[in-house]
């Protein structure tokens, strides 16, 4: 086996690119061209070894999940200023593998590919606007891209990623100018963020200076993100949105006034850029459309009675009452005709057929012949009845009975009812039948007319937009359908309910482009398709009158209108929609329902109770955030917080005066008589808390103690970043990384050692030496080097939230240093550290929110809109509703880029 090496890689430490070997080698120093064959030799060390082609598998998965959104690691290292790694050492000797220093074949080259080179301008055209304002709109970087990045390229990455051994499917070998990155974006971004965190190149390899890292990430970073604010004209385009079943449940409710909560029966939605309401995800599988289906169904049945004379009835029942005569008393509420029906069925015997006769209020109305043997028989009739209370008599008129013979004839009543007065409206009918039954038959002229002035402000407000003609009269040809078969206008109703409930129309957020938009063009969205964005951002539902009202008049397009009606929405019950559905996402809390510690390490205090209350906890600092818009930096430094008198002793904060003893005794005062009467088990009972504090549904504001501030020190979030059996610092700091900070590490490289196996093999040491030990692997260092120092701030909480000052027999070091030499000590300093950076978490939390009320992921030309917003809301120290106000007066939020004409 032969191979060469360049010139320039002299004396330099590589790898075999053999698929047969993988090893680590130093190249020679530069000499007559020569070709040794390797020689076998003893390792002198054993070191983690692997084949080129596990290595470029192994590579692959690494590097194509490092990160999703690239640009996001750009605040790590502005963050915290990462160091160069170590140089690698010797890893072979002359005598193991001698290799020729040949030069490498010289390659013409290429031609940079420029947006003068290719003809491209500012202006949109037809048919090629994409691609023209992608590259008009960047700013190219002031070095050239040799300059800049490719002498980096070529003396540290080429060898593994060039046109000859292109390991992880990643040929660097062709790219020669910023529109190279620029074409091949995804794939640049998951570069820069690995190379940025210090992951590559591998640190056995050669590696950087901090200076050389720190000038090609600045580089690739501007090529890739600098984009030039005043060409940017591009607001992005969003999937068309299925609801999701929060949006169902909600539209539901305020469209019909019914709550069912029938998608807690649907498939779950899948979930993209960390929130369930993305275009791209909610897709219509063939199980939810059977489920939207059988809803329909059941929301018509329940909002709207079929038969309103149903609701006219007063029926009383008597079994099977064997009688000569009886007397019943009804009321009749208004002069009107009254259906009267007879359930009744009689014992044959002798030569005639059982009969009986009846009256009302002394007036006879039925003679009636029983033909059927113990079989029922109804009997019903329609006469005019004066209001007040009348007696309805049934007498027996032809009894028989021989004893003899064993013949008895005899008479049983099954039931009486009275319907009426017929014609009338039930007075109760529920409010959601009267909300959408707003006309019938006999006062509109006809059922047709009935169902159109029905249904026309019922579908305009369930497609959330104007019903057109088309639309209402074939709604009102099914009514007429179902009514000339038999079935009453109301069932008629019924059905067409349903069918808007299933259409397109409603499952869907469907936004059009005007018929003459050039694609690419951005256009804005019409005001009912801005009310719709706007209330499914701040509600999760659909617009309420004022805003359809306000889309009517054309008016939501006014800044000041539009401003105003985020602060009504914001006040309004119905924002806590937004706690529910976009903070508890942002924060990750749904992972706390599946966190199950070991109870027999953390004791009595941590119930079911006690992750319910922890979660309410955040839930209620969230929309306090909200109604008393804070500074979204108080997410990090707030001194307050919210408990219920569970987790106030949890987390030692007094409630009402009482701590300790005393709230051992106030828990006591609500256990059930029975444990109070047992003194062993009272005593159990008093350790334990397993029972109902005294109001504990009651939660107030407080002062926290000072070694908790804000979510960080929240039992919520130190819960769900940990293990059932002990903390996670790994877990804390990556959290902090993509939750705080926006900077998600890429994932651990192939065949590393879990940190478990590290402890299980040195139980001995305390879990910072673990981890210590852990990061000596190559392929940890440079990304634990960032996330380790975050999480072991909170090592002096639990893996339930509680303070501790030994984690078993070690004693607690909370202390960190950050990779810009930031030291710290505990949680409160860091997150001092944090709120001195908050620019870092106010861009990422303003991503975040924008991603969720957009519906779509950020793309590099929203960061011009992004910034915009940064910036405006600054003065006022980026308070959460100014926030809200700049995301929804931005041009992603009121504009979209039209698609082809074809498309509509």
């Avoid at 634990?784 to 509680?802: I, T």
Wanted: charged letters at 30%.
């Amino acid at each position: 086996m032969a191979f060469t090496a360049s010139e320039r890689h002299a004396g330099k430490i590589g790898r075999c690119p053999s698929a047969n070997c993988g090893r680590k080698l130093r190249v020679p120093e530069a000499r007559p061209q020569v070709v040794f064959e390797p020689v076998p030799a003893e390792r002198k060390s054993k070191k983690r070894k692997r084949s080129a082609e596990t290595a470029k598998a192994g590579a692959a998965v690494w590097v194509k999940g490092a990160v999703a959104a690239g640009a996001v690691l750009a605040l790590a290292v502005g963050f915290f200023a990462l160091q160069s790694g170590e140089e690698a050492a010797d890893l072979a000797a002359p005598s193991e593998l001698r290799v020729a220093a040949r030069p490498a074949p010289v390659q013409p080259p290429a031609t940079p590919i420029t947006s003068a080179a290719a003809g491209l301008q500012p202006s949109l055209n037809v048919g090629a606007a994409a691609p023209q304002m992608v590259l008009a709109a960047m700013v190219e970087p002031k070095l050239t891209f040799e300059e800049g990045v490719g002498a980096f390229l070529k003396t540290h990455c080429i060898d593994c990623h060039g046109p000859d051994y292109a390991e992880a499917d990643i040929n660097l070998g062709t790219v020669n100018s910023a529109d190279d990155l620029r074409a091949e974006r995804d794939k640049w971004e998951r570069i820069l963020a690995i190379v940025r965190v210090g992951a590559m190149p591998p640190s056995e390899m050669d590696q950087p200076t901090a200076e050389e890292r720190a000038a090609a990430v600045d580089w690739i970073d501007r090529a890739l993100h600098e984009v030039n604010c005043e060409i940017v004209n591009d607001p992005g385009r969003v999937t068309v949105r299925r609801l999701n079943r929060s949006e169902y449940d909600n539209t539901v409710r305020d469209l019909l006034g019914v709550e069912l909560t029938l998608s807690d029966d649907f498939p779950a939605d899948d979930v993209g850029n960390g929130f369930d309401n993305q275009g791209d995800v909610l897709t219509l599988p063939p199980l939810l459309l059977e489920k939207y289906l059988h809803a329909a169904e059941k929301i018509a049945g329940q909002a709207i009675v079929g038969d309103p004379n149903s609701l006219l009835k007063t029926s009383k029942e008597y079994g099977n009452r064997s009688i000569q005569s009886m007397e019943e008393k009804f009321k009749f509420p208004a002069h009107g005709d009254y259906t009267i029906r007879i359930l009744a069925n009689a014992q044959q015997a002798g030569p005639e057929k059982a009969k009986y006769e009846a009256t009302l209020a002394g007036i006879p109305f039925a003679k009636v012949t029983l033909s059927g043997d113990r079989t029922q028989e109804v009997f019903e009739r329609t006469v005019p009845v004066k209001p007040g209370e009348h007696t309805l008599k049934i007498k027996f008129t032809n009894d028989f009975y021989k004893p003899d013979a064993k013949l008895d004839r005899n008479l049983y009543i099954e039931a009486i009812e009275v319907i009426g007065p017929l014609g009338t409206r039930p007075e109760n009918l529920p409010e959601t039948h009267e909300a959408i039954v707003t006309a019938v038959p006999e006062t509109a002229g006809g059922v047709k007319n009935a169902a159109a002035e029905v249904f026309r402000p019922l579908v305009s407000r369930a497609y959330r937009r104007p019903a057109t003609d088309l639309e209402i009269a074939r709604l009102a040809s099914l009514v007429e359908s179902v009514v000339r078969d038999g079935r009453t206008f109301e069932e008629g109703v019924q059905l067409g309910l349903q069918a808007v409930l299933s259409s397109p129309h409603f499952l869907f957020r469907i936004e059009r482009d005007p018929t003459d938009a050039r694609p690419g063009e951005p256009v804005g969205v019409n005001d009912y398709e801005l009310a719709s964005r706007l209330s499914y951002f701040l509600w999760s539902s659909m617009p309420d009158e004022e805003l359809f009202q306000l889309a009517e008049e054309g008016r939501l397009g006014d800044d000041a209108v539009l401003a105003q009606q985020v602060d009504r929405m914001l006040n309004d019950p119905k924002s806590e929609a937004l706690v529910e559905g976009f903070f508890a996402q942002w924060l990750n809390l749904q992972l706390l329902d599946e966190f199950q510690p070991d109870g027999r390490m953390f004791g009595p205090y941590w119930t079911s109770a006690t992750k319910a209350a922890m979660r309410r906890e955040t839930e209620l600092f969230c929309r306090e955030i909200v109604r008393e818009d804070l500074p979204v930096k108080t997410f990090l430094d707030a001194d307050f917080t919210f408990v219920n008198p569970r987790l106030a002793e949890y987390y030692g904060v007094p409630w009402d005066g009482k701590t300790g003893d005393a709230m051992e005794k106030y828990y006591a005062e609500n256990l059930p008589g029975f444990i109070k009467k047992d003194g062993d088990r009272l005593k159990r009972e008093r350790r334990r808390r397993a029972y109902a504090f005294r109001n504990e549904d009651v939660f107030k504001r407080v002062s926290l103690p000072d070694n908790r501030r804000g979510i960080l020190t929240h039992g919520s979030i130190l819960a769900l970043t940990s293990n059932p059996v002990g903390t996670s610092p790994v877990k804390r700091g990556k959290w902090i990384l993509d939750n705080i900070l926006g900077t998600p590490p890429p994932p651990a490289p192939p065949n590393v050692p879990a940190l478990e196996e590290t402890q299980e093999a040195n139980k001995d040491l305390s879990l910072r030496d673990a981890l210590a030990k852990h990061r000596e692997d190559p392929g940890c260092a440079s990304c634990h080097a960032v996330m380790d120092p975050l999480g072991f701030a909170f090592e002096h909480f639990d893996a339930v939230g509680q303070w501790r000052e030994k984690d078993g027999r070690f004693e607690i070091d909370a202390s960190g240093e950050l990779p810009d030499g930031t030291t710290f000590e505990g949680a409160t300093e860091l997150v001092a550290v944090l709120d001195g950076r908050s620019d870092e978490f106010v861009t990422h939390f303003t991503r975040q929110l924008m991603t969720y009320g957009l519906g779509r992921g950020m793309e590099w030309f929203d960061r011009c809109s992004v910034d915009e917003v940064v910036e405006a809301t600054r003065p006022n120290g980026h308070r959460f509703r100014d926030l809200v106000r700049g995301i929804v007066l931005s041009d992603p939020f009121r504009k979209r880029s039209a698609e082809s004409i074809a498309a509509n």
